[in-house]
């Protein structure tokens, strides 16, 4: 799919610390979709989702960031996001090895999905 709705992103470092703050607008059909040719190369920290307050996405919308191979970075961890409330979630377990929570693409895509017509939010993701 080509990119969709309105989707900007910024990648803020600071110290150690990465975030890359997604704002999104959905199409018509509730979708919102940005391909971005920069990587990420980190450790993966907590992801957080805030709806916008007037034009709040349907319950259970869903974020997905696919690497250069379609896999789901986030680990599933984007779905089912609330209509009303901002979430943090751990993209990884802290069962998980540093190893295993380290993840590197050269370019991504973020998606949104079921969200609903023009609503709006913001994901924010962070990694070391």
Known sequence: MA?????T????THSSVKRLRVTWLCTAGG???????E??????????TDPDGTDAPSDNYGIT???????DILNSQGLLRDTA?????????DADTAAQ??????????KVAAAGISKRGVATLYYR
Do not use: C, W
């Not at 979708?31 to 040719?37: D, N, Q, R, Y």
């Not at 990587?39 to 957080?48: H, M, Q």
């Not at 409330?85 to 377990?93: I, K, L, M, R």
């Open 65 to 71: 960031i696919l690497d250069d191979n379609g896999y």
């Open 39 to 48: 990587p990420i190369d980190g450790v993966l920290g907590p992801l957080v």
């Open 31 to 37: 979708v919102a979709e940005l391909t971005v040719k």
């Open 9 to 12: 992103y910024e990648h803020v």
């Open 101 to 110: 929570q380290r993840m590197y693409t050269p370019s991504f895509v973020f």
């Open 85 to 93: 409330n901002t979430e943090s979630t751990q993209v990884f377990s």
């Open 3 to 7: 990119d969709s709705g309105t989707v």
